[in-house]
């Protein structure tokens, strides 16, 4: 149990094309749903947190009209990357908390690997 | 100052050896914490959570040392399997649920 999924989990794009990124958790309800990215050799960076039914809340830095978040479901959350740029090129990885769950119960998707030419 | 600061590696070691990665945390507050394990081009998995009394699941110990706001853990009998990028994990904020990952150490356990 405690299955999250990602699609797609690869893709390379255009500069300033828009890329949609969805995370979704298979067989259990997360009203809150993180999105990190990871650049090489770095760490994960939380760059939003997404609620359903609300708006999201972004990390200091992360440019909320860039990297759009919807949560319309207690199973789905997706990340839009407009206008993408080379720089934007990572890999993105979501987390979901299920209801009822602990802080330690924060799943990850195996996440997206963004190339942007 | 970063909210979690690990030693980086990387630490090759061999089979069998005992390996211990260290990290340390700025907010004073923070309630929970964790150590993930990351392989390549994979997404983190739970290893472990962090108790103030220290704990152990097998052949890995974690322990906290608030005072100093330190986290470490331990690895014996080393394993080739164990080979991956180990990442300290701290929830700051109470009341949150949000994580702050460290950058990782890289263990490489050489046959």
Redesign the interface.
């Known amino acids: 149990g405690a299955v999250v999924s990602q699609h797609p989990s690869w893709v390379i794009c255009k500069s300033g094309t828009s890329v949609k990124i969805e995370c979704r958790s298979l067989d259990f309800q997360a009203t809150t749903m993180f999105w990190y990215r990871q650049f090489p050799k770095q760490s994960l960076m939380l760059m939003a947190t997404s609620n359903e039914g609300s708006k999201a809340t972004y990390e200091q830095g992360v440019e909320k009209d860039k990297f759009l978040i919807n949560h319309a479901s207690l199973t789905l959350s997706t990340l839009t990357v407009t206008s993408a740029h080379p720089e934007d090129s990572s890999f993105y990885i979501c987390s979901a908390n299920p209801i009822g769950g602990g802080y330690n119960e924060q799943f990850f998707g195996p996440g997206t690997r963004l190339t942007v030419l | 100052r970063k909210e ?1 600061e690990q030693d980086p590696g990387p630490f090759n070691v061999p089979e069998g050896a005992t390996v211990a990665f260290n990290c340390t945390y700025s907010n004073s507050a923070s ?2 914490f ?1 150590w993930y394990r990351q392989d390549c ?6 290893l472990m ?1 962090v108790y103030s009394s220290g704990n152990e699941d097998g052949r890995f110990t974690a322990q906290l040392n608030r005072a100093s706001q330190y986290i470490s853990l331990l690895i014996r009998d080393s394993k080739l399997s164990d080979s991956a990028t180990y ?1 300290c994990v701290v ?1 700051p904020t109470t009341g ?9 150490t890289r263990l490489t356990v050489i046959p």
């Open positions: 979690v309630q929970s964790f081009r994979k997404e983190p998995k739970l959570s990442l929830n949150a649920n949000n994580l702050f990952f460290g950058t990782g």
